[in-house]
């Protein structure tokens, strides 16, 4: 077990210290499991599967993948706690943004992603000043569903403009 705990901490990237500071063990305990001078009792074994999602077959015998599937709860807490810990402002202003929209704006970007291909090299045209044939998302490349997403956004900005400077109290007048 010893040779598998370390391979855990390794390929988790954690330092003996950050191994056992997740599951409230000391660095030199998790240092004596990993060159086998003591084995870890059951408490610990299962604290470390559940802590690291791993197999505890895995873990006890060598037996089966590292790690068990995640649910998809369990996933999306993964991803959360992964992007609150992260420097990536620009992912948590989108969720953010996402979160303060209304539900017809959310199924719009439910739409638009529900069109992506993970994995795929589809595109978006690029805007080159010509007219071109619409092409679904998985059709675009990376550059070209950037364009046609910025210039989704400018049409719908336009209209809400639009809407805001003809509405009630708000009059145009010809400038000369």
């Known amino acids: 077990?010893?040779?598998?705990?370390?391979?855990?901490?390794?390929?988790?990237?954690?330092?003996?210290?950050?191994?056992?500071?997740?599951?409230?063990?000391?660095?030199?305990?998790?240092?004596?499991?990993?060159?086998?001078?003591?084995?870890?009792?059951?408490?610990?074994?299962?604290?470390?599967?559940?802590?690291?999602?791993?197999?505890?077959?895995?873990?006890?015998?060598?037996?089966g993948e590292m790690f068990q599937p995640l649910s998809p709860d369990d996933e999306l807490s993964q991803v959360f706690s992964a992007i609150a810990a992260s420097d990536d402002e620009l992912i948590k202003r989108i969720i953010r943004a996402y979160w303060k929209l209304d539900d017809r704006e959310k199924a719009a970007v439910k739409k638009l992603i529900d069109g992506f291909s993970v994995g795929s090299s589809g595109t978006l045209p690029v805007d080159t000043g010509q007219q071109q044939e619409a092409r679904a998302p998985q059709e675009m490349t990376d550059a070209e569903l950037h364009a046609e997403l910025d210039r989704q956004l400018l049409e719908e900005k336009k209209q809400v403009e639009g809407r805001s400077a003809s509405g009630p109290g708000n009059s145009e007048k010809a400038t000369g």
Not at 34 to 62: K, Q
Request: glycine share 6%.
């Open 1 to 63: 077990m010893h040779d598998r705990i370390k391979k855990l901490r390794k390929a988790l990237d954690l330092t003996q210290r950050e191994f056992g500071e997740r599951i409230g063990v000391k660095p030199n305990t998790i240092a004596t499991y990993e060159i086998g001078r003591n084995e870890p009792i059951d408490a610990v074994i299962s604290l470390i599967c559940r802590e690291f999602s791993v197999s505890e077959t895995w873990l006890r015998t060598g037996e």
